[in-house]
């Protein structure tokens, strides 16, 4: 026997072959059964899902010579010459190649003729969107007043292109994409009969490779066999189709999340160098984030076609970032996939787009800031930020790829009050360091020589530590009289803004003790404005103090450039 490929084969014959249409199937059965059988049908839904295997089985099941009847035999002429297509009662016309008026017009001067055989003359064109106005024209004369023999079954992917006076004459059946899990376990019971050996997770790829075409799928598995023979792997699949692996995608997503462009760029270069195809990629990214949307939304994976450990991936993923950012990145996708379509470089285009995506995972958006004010005017604290926060302080904000590279992903905290802020105000120490010897000596005559080799070490809490140079320890001893110690802890109660006590001890110059509950935070830099004049010092310094500037601060996250008058 003469090989035929599987599509073919496996093309379904009775309604109860369709896979995954089960709303429509059992309508048109209805409808036989109760002999309620309407002029004109319409089918609507993306390629390869069963439109034209549809139209087929409702045509034999009309035409059957035990018909109407929902379980055509076919083994009669009519089913047979129906499924090789040559009956002379059911006419399959291609919209896209007979769309102009005068094929319309040879078709209405057929439909006065009665059927040769079967019981019905039954007309099925298929993507009948691409008929001309004129055809539609000329078509709707027939559907206003078919004859009682007649029936019409339209095929279309893309219903809107149809004439509004056309789609009222019909009765309109829309198709659904085929859940992955269906056509999983439909190419597992074809793989079976035909000896293919393909294991769970090359089906499951060959399933999401054809995004709900059961035809796509049953012919990928065809060109699999050819291709590998009867025993076929997931990376042989992802190899043919240019998939990615489903960890891979995951990992993608996870890395953009936390904004961590190096393993972003890295990721990129092994797709490419690995021959994938970087634009269908895109997409299945896109997918992934909607996924991660409506997660977060809804926290119900049921209706989105996942396995489990999918469904854990999302769960990790929401943990880590907010709803704003997933559409950002969504949107980002969504430009960057029409835009490669025309792209002379994918790659340059992919990178560039997975670089936007890592920052639109990491800046926070002007609704975030909205947000932490109304909750700072609440009187609430400054929301911590899901996701990357900018943690290096050698990182200067404005030069965002590098400052995204060290970028690490916070888990949810929500700040603990002052000592949070442990090391903000020790970079405010360190920055002001000289002022407060200054006020110090003014105060306290003589402890100003004796504090110029000690530095502020930690801050926590309300205790602050100034550490001296072991060489100068005994400037401790020196220092640690009532009146030094008085004025030391006036002068850095006002900096921070609260009461302090002090703690003397020797210290190696240049490291710093980590207030407890300080690490892990979110850092908040203020530096002094470089520009400012040694005699506005003061008032500058005052400026940058006011309470509302340091507010703003906080909430950007930012950093005083300049103090202008
Ligand atoms: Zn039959």
């Known amino acids: 026997m003469a090989y035929e490929v599987l599509a073919r084969k496996w093309r379904p014959r009775q309604f109860d072959d369709v896979v995954g249409q089960s709303h429509v199937t059992q309508t048109l059965r209805n409808a036989i059964t109760s002999k309620r059988i309407a002029h004109a049908y319409l089918f609507v839904g993306p390629r390869g899902i069963g439109k034209t295997s549809m139209a087929r089985i409702f045509a034999k099941a009309l035409n059957c010579a035990t018909g109407p009847t929902v379980t ?121 009969v035909e000896k293919i050996k393909i294991d769970p997770d090359a089906l499951l790829a060959v399933a999401r490779g054809c995004e709900g075409g059961l035809r796509d799928a049953v012919s990928a598995l065809d060109q699999l066999v050819s291709f590998k023979g009867a025993d076929i792997k997931e990376d042989d699949v992802l190899s043919v189709f240019g998939l990615a692996s489903r960890s891979m995608l995951e990992e993608m997503a996870g890395s953009i999340i936390k904004g961590d462009v190096k393993k972003v760029i890295e990721l990129a270069a092994s797709l490419d160098g690995a021959g994938k195809d970087l634009q269908r990629f895109v997409l299945e990214l896109m997918g992934h984030f909607r996924n991660l949307l409506v997660w977060m939304y809804v926290k119900d994976a049921s209706g989105m076609d996942l396995i489990d450990t999918q469904v854990e991936c999302l769960k990790l993923q929401a943990s880590m970032t907010n709803h704003e950012r997933v559409i950002r990145i969504s949107d980002i996708l969504g430009e960057t996939e029409n835009r490669m379509k025309y792209a002379l470089s994918k790659l340059t285009l992919f990178e560039t787009a997975l670089i936007k995506c890592s920052r639109a995972a990491t800046v926070v958006s002007i609704d975030e800031v909205i947000r932490q004010i109304n909750a700072l005017k609440a009187g609430g604290g400054v929301e911590t930020v899901h996701g990357g926060s900018m943690q ?87 220092f640690d009289i009532p ?83």
């Not at 002429?77 to 896209?96: K, P």
């Not at 005068?102 to 009948?128: C, F, M, N, S, W």
């Not at 105000?425 to 002001?432: G, I, N, V």
């Not at 979110?522 to 006011?546: E, H, N, S, Y």
Request: net charge negative; hydrophobic share 35%.
């Open 392 to 478: 290096d302080d050698s990182v200067s904000k404005t030069s965002y790829v590098d400052a995204s590279m060290k970028v690490h992903v916070q888990p949810a905290v929500k700040a603990p009050d002052s000592d949070a802020y442990g090391n903000d105000e020790m970079d405010l120490l360190k920055s002001s360091w000289r002022e407060v010897l200054d006020k110090v000596g003014k105060m306290a005559v003589g402890s100003k020589s004796l504090l110029l080799d000690a530095r502020p070490t930690c801050v926590d809490g309300n205790k602050v530590t100034v550490g001296f140079d072991p060489e100068f320890a005994d400037s401790i001893e020196k």
């Open 72 to 192: 055509p035999c076919d083994k009669c002429d009519a089913c047979r010459e129906i499924a090789a297509g040559t009956s002379l009662d059911v006419m399959e016309i291609d919209g896209a190649s007979n769309n102009g008026v005068e094929q319309v017009r040879e078709l209405r001067d057929t439909v006065k003729y009665a059927p040769t055989h079967g019981t019905y003359k039954i007309y099925i064109i298929d993507e009948v969107h691409m008929l001309t106005t004129a055809a539609f024209n000329a078509l709707l004369k027939t559907l206003e007043e078919p004859p009682p023999h007649v029936k019409f079954i339209f095929a279309t992917t893309e219903p809107e292109k149809i004439l509004a006076t056309i789609l009222s004459r019909c009765q309109r059946f829309d198709l659904r994409r085929i859940p992955v899990g269906l056509i999983v376990d439909r190419l597992k019971n074809i793989a079976s």
């Open 483 to 565: 009146r030094n110690r008085k004025a030391l802890e006036h002068v850095l109660g006002v900096l921070l803004k609260r009461s302090v006590t002090v703690e003397l001890k020797a210290a190696v110059q240049g490291k710093e003790e980590r207030a407890e509950g300080g690490s892990g935070i979110t850092t908040r830099k203020l530096v002094p404005p470089p520009a400012i004049a040694k005699g506005q010092a003061k008032t500058k310094r005052d400026l940058i103090d006011d309470p509302t500037v340091q507010k703003a601060l906080d909430i950007f996250d930012g950093t005083v450039m300049d103090v202008r008058e």
